[in-house]
């Protein structure tokens, strides 16, 4: 029998197709529709029952994606995208994911991947004083925000003392434990609760401020409430740059509450995170000394392709304590003196080599480069809020913060806003926008108010591209 790849030839061949490929896709990346037009099923059913029994080529496969595959695709990387938080695939970033597949490294313990494990050392040190982290944290890439946030979580409640790594919480009176956010806070920290087997009901929503900040008062009382009924309070989570508005949370004044109940901080700063590589804008980490565990993704706004976010804590020791095996397993004795091992940090033993795309995008760009696209994209969105406040048919519904801006289309009637008609003008503009194709908004709802989210992020974006949707309003 021959080799799995008998040569290399075919793959070369493929491999520089598939280059030229993707550069083309991403020089034309404006003539895409940034929506797909197909309909749910309709990509599955163009594909056989089963696969070929005896394979085909690489250019069989190649037509194959772009007249079945590519209909199908929502371009995260058109510059019109404007939905969530858009996503780029730099071509740095590319290029790292290329040799991540080609290594094929596994970074379960440091001899599985001294590179693997030591880059991501490296890289995450250097970004954390790119951002201008406090000094001497560990940090930890995982695939998503989410997945961080549930592991900070787990060190949290390991941080209780109260021997759930080893008794579990089954079976036992234990007092019940309680997490808190603010009502803005992303769905992650209800996922992260119900998995812990904390349950979504013991995140307790805290009251934000008219501009979506959580009120420390509220959350204070909300903390002290629950001790006198015998509750055992664990954690609290706060944003730094919400998802709906990218409002951030008083860091410091609810880590002054998180210090004197000794309670987890974790702020998730997944999205305005990577903003702070800008010196000026800063700001966003006032109080951030109290935070226990930090989570920022630069797959969000770091112009690194999905997936890579990262944890930083200053308690690896709680979060080791949290994840290392009881015991480790014979076949995983080791024999050398590594530091880390970072199968020990968390859930996952298997870890891919992600650290690779992020030295790629912070080396090739560089940082000067980094800010300057940040920079613009914030001019744009204050540019665009800027549009929307000088007109009597639009409304700001949030104070316009990083890249992100939300609002939405108001009817008046003898001068009083209508808010049915508001709301359904505000969908129409939506559905206007997205049915074009030619970009894609999504919405929020605050205060009962629909409201359309456009979220600048994309290195392709330039100007133009939000000038078409001052065109749409
Ligand atoms: C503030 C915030 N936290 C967490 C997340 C979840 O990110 P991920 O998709 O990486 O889990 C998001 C996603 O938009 C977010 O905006």
Redesign the pocket.
Do not use: C, I, K, P
């Given at each position: 029998m021959p080799k799995l790849d008998a040569t290399s030839g075919e793959f070369r061949d493929a491999g520089h197709k598939l280059i030229d490929w993707i550069a083309s896709y991403l020089d034309n990346i404006d003539s895409y529709e940034v929506l797909s037009r197909v309909h749910p099923g309709d990509i599955a059913k163009q594909f056989p029952a089963a696969p070929s029994r005896d394979g085909r080529s690489y250019d069989e496969l190649i037509a194959d994606f772009e007249s079945k595959i590519m209909p199908g695709v929502t371009h995260w990387n058109h510059p019109s995208f404007f939905a969530?938080?858009s996503i780029t695939a730099s071509q740095a970033g590319i290029l790292g994911e290329l040799l991540t597949a080609a290594l094929n490294s596994q970074g379960m313990v440091w001899k599985t991947g001294p590179s693997l494990t030591e880059l991501e050392i490296v890289t995450l040190r250097w970004l954390a004083r790119e951002l201008g982290l406090p000094d001497g944290m560990f940090g930890i890439i995982n695939d998503?925000?989410?997945v961080n946030t549930f592991h900070a979580l787990v060190a949290a409640r390991e941080a209780l003392g109260l021997d759930i790594r080893r008794q579990g919480a089954t079976g036992r009176n234990l007092a019940t434990l309680r997490v808190y956010c603010s009502k803005h806070a992303?769905v992650?920290a209800e996922k992260a609760a119900i998995a812990l087997g904390v349950g979504y009901e013991n995140v307790v929503k805290i009251a934000a401020d008219d501009q979506h900040r959580m009120r420390p008062e509220a959350l204070e009382e909300a903390i002290a409430h629950d001790f006198a009924r015998g509750m055992k309070p664990m954690a609290i989570v706060a944003?730094a740059?919400?998802?709906s508005t990218g409002a951030i949370d008083p860091v410091r004044a609810i880590g002054e509450i998180a210090a004197r109940h000794k309670l987890w901080l974790h702020v998730?700063a997944?999205?305005a995170g990577s903003a702070t590589i800008c010196p000026e804008l800063r700001d966003l980490w006032d109080g951030i000394e109290y935070a226990d565990s930090i989570v920022v993704?630069p797959h969000k706004w770091l112009f690194t392709p999905i997936d890579l976010?990262v944890m930083y804590t200053k308690r690896a020791d709680v979060l080791r304590a949290a994840f290392a095996p009881a015991e480790t397993p014979a076949y995983l004795t080791l024999s050398d003196t590594a530091d880390v091992n970072y199968m020990d940090f968390g859930l996952a033993m298997g870890r891919r080599f992600r650290a690779l795309k992020l030295w790629m995008v912070l080396e090739h760009y560089g940082i000067e480069r980094l800010r300057s696209v940040i920079r613009d994209q914030i001019s744009w969105a204050q540019r665009l809020a800027h549009e929307v406040r000088d007109r009597d048919d639009l409304e700001l519904l949030a104070p316009q913060k990083f890249s992100l801006v939300v609002f939405r289309r108001v009817v008046r009637i003898d001068g009083v806003i209508d808010e049915a008609a508001s709301e359904l003008q505000t969908q129409h503009l939506i559905d206007r926008i997205n049915d074009s194709r030619k970009a894609y908004v999504s919405s929020t709802r605050l205060g009962g108010k629909l409201g359309i989210r456009v979220a600048i992020g994309n290195g392709a974006t330039e100007w133009r591209h939000v000038e078409e949707i001052v065109g749409h309003l």
């Open positions: 969530y938080f998503t925000a989410s992303h992650s944003t740059g919400n998802t998730d997944a999205y993704n976010s």
